[in-house]
């Protein structure tokens, strides 16, 4: 049986062409998503400044499975205890902070390979490591020693002076040598100083962010890390092999979630889709050799021989495609994970990694695919007695049966039900795509499965217009669409996914784009911000932008995300940090209770909807976690009007700021008083006598909050321009199969008197059918994604975005259509009628 499959593939190369590419590019896109998924799981960051030491222990990077966005420090006094473990030849403490070199009151790079330069103490200089190019180490507070890279940028020796800005505040300090790195890493530049100089100004109260471990060479890393681990029990966390380099990026493991849930959504919405190009380009090419099954019967092949035969061919073919694409496969993987590190999702020293678990699943699940399109696909062309095999061969007109009806209102009712859930269960929020986004793949394929019975509907319906308006040539088409309808909803089915997939993804992305932009721009009433890009501004800059003429209000800005111990489970939040005297002016909070005035010290204010949600009220405490971990029980002190679109809390900027990595705000937002004239010319000389900040209007703002929203639209059009041109592909594989079987077909109606015009005009009305019916079909599934997102975000069943979207998407498909069917039927009737009707 394997001979015979292995000669059949031999001779029908062309009628199996698009199932190979179909299990191809499927094996490819699944293999792809499975290394992003395992990327996300595994999330390893080569270390770059830690990189000679074998064991790092930092701050716990979670709190309860929750990522924490902020740097999280550990005490001082754990050196000592992880000093003490055996084969631990030295444990140094480390710190890491913002201080910016000047230069003519302005920040100094490192180069072009490094944008900022952060100060250490000079005992973690030997973590990279550093040694002393010139000069000697710091001995006493006001000495630094320079990275070589930032020496060379100031023209500077040691001996001189120089002002840095750390913490806000410029301070002058002497060189006392310039240190240059060795070794392979290429981390950020650094300014060194004393060990408690530098504990002082990272201004976190003695604590450190990290130990790294020094060994000797030939010990058990493994059996060191245990050791350590028991040594601090669960104060730290202890990081080893390529996940060292996570000490050095606080926050990236809040990223995981993002990585994780993007490629769990697309995988299995391409999972769904690939299994369904790969059925049904293997049903087609099954429906296609009909003849060929029936004379094998009739010349005495019994129903299980044919099986056999069929499931050869599809092992030959899937093993060969799987192997073919696990290259591809890696490759798809790295790019999209590269488009996800360009956009900002995850640092881009988290390290790419695809190992066989994501090839094993593209391979089963190809596997699976193909097996089960055998199942169905060739059942009954093995189990037809002979002669009825023969005359169904030339019919094809039968397609329903009671498992395909089944399998059909199950995906049907799965797609229907996710929509219903977005619409009326879920909340405004990141998960909201996780439901709308699958509910059109869902509703799709149950109507590709029921297509051949929409179809014969449909065509009935427009029947009469269509002979109205086309002649001889809509008479042939319809006759053709009548006859062979299950021909016809097979060209049908990846168009219907094409249109469906690409319409719901493109308008929910645009309504996301859209409802943020707008909510973001509206709920900020300032005027101008002021940015740093030296770590923060000092508590006294607030104050100095007030007393500037023409300023009614400024207001100290920190971003972070934190949690609530609400009662039915923890919510994730945003955190806002705000100043008290300025918080009226530059954000629109309509306050119902209580009063924002009082943001001082331990307290929050909210939304009356969250406080309902936590079940608080004024002058109540409210449990929660800020973004390093830090557990604490603010006062509410005020309550104001819900904004759906905006769902964070708000606290005092001078209390939120020390649990961010930074640890100072970094923005001040201020509005000026109406009719003033000046006020940008009277800020900008303010922004010019603060080192590192720059001044901008409020618009800026919306800017970077689009810039943030497009984070992920990047990677959702890579990961959606795959899935559609999987699907394109699948329409054109499916079309010109389609076509070129019918090369008989044509040659007969040009034997009998048809022109080759008329005949392409035939092609041209079945291609407007084909058209008219799967734009309708299309657009109805994509509605089961856009409307109930809509509906959420938008509060109406319109979604946003340009009506060009939808045109562009219909105008691609019938490209593809016509394409895909006229051209091969062109060169198909080049050659003689005669001919052609031979040769089939």
């Not at 009739?298 to 044919?306: E, K, Y």
């Not at 035939?762 to 084909?770: F, Q, R, Y």
Request: net charge neutral.
């Amino acid at each position: 049986m394997w001979s015979l499959a292995l000669r059949t593939l031999k001779f029908r190369k062309t009628s199996f062409v698009a199932t190979f590419l179909a299990m191809f590019l499927g094996a490819a896109i699944v293999i792809g998503c499975g290394g992003l998924m395992e990327t996300g799981v595994r999330m390893e960051a080569a270390p770059q400044r830690l990189d000679r030491a074998s064991v790092v222990v930092t701050g716990e990077q979670s709190y309860d499975d929750t990522a924490l966005t902020e740097r999280r420090h550990i005490d001082a006094g754990l050196v000592e205890k992880v000093a003490a473990v055996d084969g631990v030849r030295k444990a140094v403490g480390d710190v890491s902070f913002p201080a910016s070199v000047l230069k003519d009151g302005k920040p100094v790079t490192g180069g072009s390979d490094s944008t900022d330069s952060y100060g250490h103490g000079w005992s973690g200089a030997q973590l990279t490591p550093y040694t002393l190019a010139a000069g000697e180490a710091p001995a006493a507070d006001g000495e630094i020693v320079l990275d070589q890279r930032l020496a060379d940028r100031m023209d500077v020796k040691p001996g001189a002076d120089v002002d840095l800005a750390v913490k806000g505040r410029t301070e002058s300090f002497r060189v006392s040598g310039i240190a240059a790195q060795s070794g392979d890493s290429n981390p950020d530049a650094a300014v060194f100083f004393t060990d408690d100089e530098a504990r002082r100004l990272a201004g976190a109260g003695g604590a450190i962010d990290s130990i790294g471990v020094l060994t000797d060479s030939g010990t058990d890393v493994s059996a060191l890390s245990s050791a350590v681990k028991s040594a601090v029990g669960d104060r730290a966390e202890v990081l080893t092999g390529a996940q060292r380099g996570l000490a050095e990026l606080p926050g990236t493991l809040s990223s995981q979630r993002t990585i994780v849930i993007l490629a769990a959504i697309f995988g299995s919405s391409v999972v769904l889709i690939v299994m369904f190009g790969v059925a049904s380009t293997l049903g087609l090419s099954l429906q296609q050799r009909a003849r060929e099954m029936a004379l094998l019967r009739a010349v005495g092949a019994t129903p299980q021989q044919l099986r056999r035969m069929i499931l050869c061919e599809t092992a030959v073919l899937s093993v060969a495609s799987v192997a073919l694409a696990l290259a591809p496969g890696y490759l798809v993987g790295k790019l999209l994970f590269g488009v996800l590190s360009d956009s900002g999702v995850v640092s881009d020293a988290v390290v790419y990694r695809a190992g066989w678990v994501p090839m094993a699943v593209g391979a089963v699940t190809t596997v699976l695919a193909a097996a089960l399109a055998t199942r169905f696909a060739g059942r009954r062309a093995a189990r037809t007695e002979p002669v009825a095999a023969l005359a169904e061969s030339t019919a094809g007109t039968r397609w329903f049966t009671v498992p395909k009806l089944v399998l059909a209102l199950f995906f049907i009712a799965n797609g229907i039900g996710l929509a219903v859930a977005t619409a009326t269960v879920m909340e405004d929020g990141p998960t909201l795509a996780s439901t709308a986004g699958p509910a059109c793949v869902l509703f799709c394929i149950g109507l590709a499965l029921l297509a051949p019975g929409i179809t014969k509907v449909m065509v009935a319906m427009v029947r009469l217009p269509v002979r109205a308006l086309s002649g001889l040539s809509g008479y042939l088409a319809l006759r053709n669409a009548t006859t062979s309808n299950v021909r016809m909803a097979g060209a049908i089915a990846p168009i219907v996914l094409l249109i469906g997939i690409a319409t719901g993804t493109l308008y929910m992305q645009s309504t996301e784009d859209d409802v943020s932009a707008r909510s973001y721009a509206d709920n900020i009433l300032a005027d101008y911000v002021l940015d740093s890009t030296t770590g923060g501004f000092a508590p006294g800059v607030v104050d100095k932008v007030r007393e500037t003429a023409g300023v009614s209000g400024a207001s100290e800005l920190v971003t972070s995300r934190g949690f609530v111990d609400a009662p039915d489970g923890r919510a994730d939040l945003d955190l806002r940090g705000v100043s008290a005297d300025g918080v009226r002016k530059t954000l629109d909070l309509k306050p119902v209770a209580g009063d924002l005035a009082a943001l001082k010290g331990n307290t929050v204010a909210l939304s009356e909807k969250k406080a309902d949600a936590f079940g608080v009220k004024v002058g109540d405490r409210l449990p929660m976690h800020l973004g390093d971990g830090f557990r604490t029980s603010p006062t509410v002190v005020a309550l104001y009007k819900d904004n759906p679109k905006q769902q964070y809390l708000v606290l005092p900027a001078r209390t939120l700021a020390p649990h961010t990595t930074d640890g100072l705000p970094q923005q001040i937002l201020v509005t000026s008083a109406s009719g003033a004239d000046g006020v940008h010319a009277r800020l900008a000389d303010l922004a010019a006598a603060v080192p590192g900040t720059e001044l901008d209007d409020s618009s800026s703002l919306a800017g970077r909050n689009n810039q943030i929203q497009q984070i992920l639209v990047s990677a959702n059009y890579t990961i959606v321009a795959m899935i559609v041109g999987y699907a394109a592909i699948t329409v054109v594989n499916t079309l010109v199969a389609v076509t070129r079987k019918r090369r008989a077909e044509f040659g007969l109606q040009q034997l009998t008197g048809a022109t080759r015009g008329q005949v392409l005009g035939m092609l041209t009305v079945e291609g407007a059918l084909i058209a008219v019916i799967a734009t309708v079909l299309g657009t109805a599934a994509s509605a089961t994604t856009i409307v109930p997102y809509s509906l959420v975000k938008n509060d109406s069943i319109m979604p946003s975005g340009s009506i060009g979207i939808y045109l562009a998407i219909v105008g691609g498909s019938l490209l593809l259509i016509f394409g895909a069917t006229l051209f091969p039927s062109w060169r198909g009737m080049r050659q003689p009628a005669v001919d052609t009707v031979k040769a089939a």
